[in-house]
């Protein structure tokens, strides 16, 4: 990014930026701007902007009071936005224990994990449950990389609802997902909840 912007486009994109990126620490903001930690610190304050994890601590509290289908210790990474169907986010922070150990790239099970968690979650019912999923990975993850997965439900009809997701990593989409979740309320219903098919599709 353009270093030389003027300080009222920079605080523009800055705030922008962190709105897509709530994790995002000041050091990453500085190399972003090619400006000092100091100035993405002081531009912060002058937005009223709190730091990283701040931010983190005030959005998770936020969102973890409003899921009912699932508890906030089975949505895989920070939930940090929540509308209930409508849209989230989560954020999941890659390590090495993630990886295989040969290559440090992520298994592909924790970017699905944290999509298909974030689309349940998304579903205003005390229990909901996946019934298709469709997937592509689009790039390999690596250790330590940080995943922003937004998910929005596209369509809702009765108890069935289409959740799209998309991953990304610093911008770029690395994972998308389509989720047909169902609104379950009695045993009837997790049977015809788990009679679809989950198919991955890999290029």
Known sequence: MNHRLRKSDRLEKLSTVIEDDPFITDRELASIFGVSIQTVRLDRLELGIPESRERTRRLAEDAKK??????????????????????????????????????????????????????????????????????RYLRPIRAGERLVARAEVVSHSGRRHIVKVATKIAGEDVFTGEFTVFAVRDTEDVAKAQGGVSREDCP
């Open 66 to 135: 409003k899921i009912r289908s699932v508890e906030t210790g089975e949505v895989i990474g920070d939930l940090i936005h929540v509308e209930l169907g409508q849209e989230g986010i989560s954020v999941l922070e890659t390590d090495k224990d993630m990886a295989f150990q040969r290559t440090a790239i992520v298994r592909g099970h924790h970017a699905f994990a944290q999509a298909n968690s974030l689309a349940v979650a998304l579903v205003d019912a005390e229990v909901a449950l996946t019934g298709t999923a469709t997937v």
